[in-house]
DNA sequence: TGCCGTCCCATAGTATCCCATGAATTCCCA
DNA sequence: TGGGAATTCATGGGATACTATGGGACGGCA
């Protein structure tokens, strides 16, 4: 698996560790053979009381298109705080956990049980029922937005022939 | 066969398996002769209380035009969540059977019995009653658009034939 | 020296793989 | 065209591997 699909629910246990789903860590491996894949770059969600998940490669990927600008530039100075300066780089135990620092525990609210909530290239940390209003609400925004990706309309004409069964043709 | 074609009912085990039935899991092998071919991704439909099966090429080639969005966007995080929060891959063991996950047996109500409906490119997987009831509300509604499908317009008389149901309660 | 963080080990529960069986179908040959 | 044999399919159950989780030991830092 490429991506990181679906919602899975592990419990924090009391000194903040997780588990990390067993499909995210396979994906995780897949990205980075090397050492790089296992890690991960946690930040806090700019737009929802979540934790944010990256692969340490494409976090990579993202700070180098950072780091062509001026280094003396507002922008870069704007930007480099932004993603930086609240990023915490962890690394999964041998059991395939991580540990969430305090400051992203308190900023998604988190207490004992957390969901992972597969984003496809990265994921995100949830207290679980914020986590079922953010789907809810992630669907009903997608639906208004016009599910603008081709084919997303579900099952198209296909239903002019509803049943063929026993076919003895 | 290259689509999938038919209702077909299986029963679901202790262990949440069922078997794709063997025209269907025809058709998988057909659309992917790598490894990706024997690979579905199972997601809740938000119209109907059923699980919506794609083929995991499909699915990619759905989602590819989302990975090219940009990461922070609101667009993307809406449509990524709605898209892949719900997505879970499964994998078909040797004797063709494939695991429901809780989430998605809830969704759609299953129990002992369930139906795949063949949908063309995609297939359903329901509660065998809602399946029916399902079966029967989309011939009626396709009868009153009058079947129309584009290119289809110049009917001969074959087309008239709506159903030919084996019926079985 | 005490506290905190990290690493390592142990275990219960669960999911996955594999083999076995009955029934139904298909194929082949008479 | 009919009968028989070999496949294929759907399903059940057991053994194995893995996941998730808890707790303890070691070392570093204050």
Redesign the pocket.
């Known amino acids: 698996m490429t991506h990181f699909l679906g919602t899975?629910q592990?419990?924090l246990?009391?000194?903040g560790r997780?588990?990390?789903?067993?499909a995210f860590?396979a994906a995780l491996r897949s990205l980075g053979e090397g050492e790089a894949g296992g890690g991960l770059i946690l930040r806090p969600s700019h737009t929802h009381p979540c934790i944010e998940a990256w692969p340490a490669p494409l976090f990579q990927s993202l700070t180098q298109s950072l780091d062509r600008l001026d280094l003396f530039s507002e922008a870069h100075d704007d930007l480099a705080a932004a993603l930086y300066a609240d990023a915490y780089p962890v690394?999964a135990?041998?059991?395939?956990?991580i540990?969430l620092p305090d400051a992203l525990i308190a900023h998604a609210g988190l207490s004992e049980s957390v969901v992972f909530m597969g984003l496809g290239r990265i994921f995100q940390i949830w207290e679980p029922e914020a986590a079922a209003r953010r789907r809810e609400e992630a669907r009903a925004r997608a639906r208004a937005r016009g599910l603008t990706l081709p084919g997303l309309a579900p099952a198209p004409a296909a239903t002019s022939r509803p049943v063929a069964e026993g076919g003895h043709g």
């Open positions: 899975h592990n419990k246990d009391a000194k997780v588990s990390v789903p067993a860590r690394e135990d041998r059991e395939g956990r540990v």
